[in-house]
C-alpha cells in the first residue's frame, strides 16, 4: 500500500511545457519527485511517497512504481530533462587514482555481498578526485526507458556529497546525516575534503547510533566537541534524534532556503537531496 505523506505545488495548473525537468529519487521505502523550471530553476511541484513497509522483491517494487505513474498525473508531461536518482547502501568511494573501470565488482564485493547478475555503475566526482561505485535499481531504469527514452542517472550519495561540499564552510570536521525510514547515509567534511561516506540500513534506533559511534571513533571525532548536522526523514521529537543526542552534543539541522518550503507542511530540513 502507498501512503502519500508530503506534497506541494507552486502552479495549481502546471502548463504543457517543453522547457521542464523532472528529478526523481528511489529508494525501497519511498519514492520523490521535483519538477523544475529549467531557465529558473524553480521547483513547481514536489511530492514524497512513503511505502507502508520497505520492499525487498524487485517485482514488488516495480509494481508500485507503475502505480506511481499510472495515477499520477504530474508524472505523464514530457520532460526536456529527466534525473533518476538511486538511494540505497549499495555503494563505495574509491579515489582517482586507484580507479579502474574494469573492476567496479571487485571494488563493492569488499562492502557488501553482490550477485552475478548485479549491474554496477559509476558516478563521477571530480571535487574530490573520486568515483562513487554503485548498483542502481536496473528494473526502474528500464521502465523509466519505456516512458522516458533516454536520461541521466546518479546515485544519492553523489548528490549529497556535491550539495555539502558547495555549503561546506567550516574548517573543522564535521558529520551530515541524511535519513530515511530503514537507512541512512553519513558524510563527515573537513575544509572542503571528504574523509568519510557511507551509507547503512538499520532497524532499531540502536542499530542508528551504533554506527554513529562507530564512524565517529574511526575519525577520531570527540562527541562532545564535533557538529552533526541532520537533514532528512528525522524529527526533533523521535526516537532517532533522542539516542543521538545522549551521545552526542552538538547536533542541528541543516535547513534548506528553497522557496518550495514556504508556507508548506514539512520541516526545511527534509528531502535535502532534492530540494536542498
Do not use: W
Request: charged share 25%; hydrophobic share 40%; net charge negative.
Amino acid at each position: 500500500m502507498i501512503k502519500k505523506v508530503k506534497k506541494k505545488t507552486i502552479n495549481t495548473i502546471l502548463e504543457k511545457s517543453n522547457n521542464d525537468k523532472l528529478s526523481i529519487q528511489f529508494t525501497l521505502d519511498g519514492f520523490s519527485f521535483c519538477i523544475t523550471k529549467i531557465d529558473t530553476l524553480e521547483i513547481i511541484h514536489f511530492c514524497d511517497y512513503l511505502f507502508d513497509k520497505k520492499l525487498q522483491s524487485p517485482d514488488d517494487f516495480i509494481k508500485q512504481i507503475e502505480t506511481f505513474f499510472k495515477e499520477d498525473n504530474f508524472l505523464q508531461s514530457d520532460f526536456k530533462e529527466v534525473l533518476v536518482i538511486h538511494q540505497n547502501e549499495l555503494m563505495t568511494i574509491v579515489p582517482d587514482d586507484f580507479f579502474n573501470e574494469k573492476n567496479l565488482k571487485e571494488y563493492l564485493k569488499f562492502n557488501i555481498k553482490t550477485l552475478a547478475t548485479d549491474f554496477f555503475a559509476f558516478d563521477d566526482l571530480p571535487e574530490i578526485e573520486a568515483k562513487n561505485i554503485y548498483i542502481p535499481f536496473v528494473n526502474v531504469n528500464n521502465y523509466l526507458f519505456q516512458n522516458f527514452g533516454e536520461f541521466e542517472y546518479k546515485h544519492s550519495s553523489t548528490i549529497l556529497i556535491r550539495k555539502l561540499l558547495q555549503r561546506e564552510k567550516s574548517g573543522v570536521k564535521t558529520m551530515y546525516i541524511d535519513v530515511r525510514i530503514n537507512q541512512f547515509s553519513i558524510v563527515v567534511l573537513e575544509d572542503k575534503k571528504l574523509l568519510f561516506s557511507n551509507s547503512f540500513s538499520f532497524e532499531t534506533k540502536e542499530d542508528f547510533i551504533y554506527y554513529i559511534l562507530f564512524a565517529a571513533e574511526q575519525l577520531e571525532l570527540n562527541p562532545n566537541e564535533f557538529p552533526l548536522f541532520f537533514t532528512g526523514n528525522i524529527l526533533k521529537d523521535s526516537d532517532l534524534y533522542t539516542i543521538t543526542y545522549q551521545y552526542i552534543r552538538h547536533i542541528n539541522f541543516l535547513e534548506s532556503k528553497n522557496p518550495i518550503f514556504i508556507d508548506s507542511t514539512f520541516s526545511k530540513h527534509t528531502n535535502f537531496i532534492l530540494l536542498g
